[in-house]
């Protein structure tokens, strides 16, 4: 399958039309931002390990029951995806408290948090991503009820499969944001990726941040962290 013509361009993703137009290929760019778009930045070679490593998890979360847009990956950063609506929420699992969440509530980052919480954003730039609850998105019809239902339920298990597996690459799985998408028919699968981009992944002995949040925080060392993040998970 081959690109034609550019559909989208978002912050760290271009997404191209196909022939077939159940389909679409998304190419992974080294582009960074952070705080909706405020602080820009490169990361060189963020784009092929963020293409390499979420359609990594895909392949095990299709493996492991959920369903995802994964197809086929083209090369270091173009995969070809199913092509869906994306609803628009970012969903958002904690197993510890960190970021946004330590802030709002005043627990310091780093707490093990009594069960894992589940939470959503509306995905809005021009609002600033606010947060959402259950009736609020039923109400503004950015998703039904059943939609949310089978939303959170594959979120707690996409969780499940990935604090297991990251806990053998040695990296606590802090929290992570996902995202999902309607096929024509209505079905719920997952789309967009799962990277060190929108995960906070900390070593499990040393507590070291190998994610974003080195960008995010200018911590140095962010090349690095995405690199070491690849040969945890197997794939150098
Ligand atoms: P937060 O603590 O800033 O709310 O972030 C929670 C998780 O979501 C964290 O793993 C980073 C990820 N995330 C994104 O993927 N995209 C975003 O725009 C934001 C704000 C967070």
Known sequence: MEK????????????????DPAYCIVSYKDDATAFNGEKKGTIVGKGVVNNRMSNFMFKLLE?????????????????????VQIVPLEVIIRNKAAGSFSKRFGVPEGTVLKCPTLEFCLKDDALGDPMINNSQIIAIGAATQEELDAISAYAYKVNEVMIEFFDKCNVDLIDFKIEFGRLPDGTIILADEISPDTCRFWDKDTGEKLDKDRF????????????????????N
């Open 63 to 83: 493996e492991k029951g959920v369903p995802t847009d994964y197809v086929e990956e083209l090369n270091d950063r173009d995969t070809v995806l199913k092509r």
């Open 216 to 235: 995010r925080r200018d911590m140095g060392g962010v090349e690095e962290a995405y690199a070491e993040m690849m040969k945890r998970v197997g794939l």
């Open 4 to 19: 034609r013509e550019m559909m989208y361009e978002g912050k760290a993703k271009k997404v191209y039309s196909t022939d």
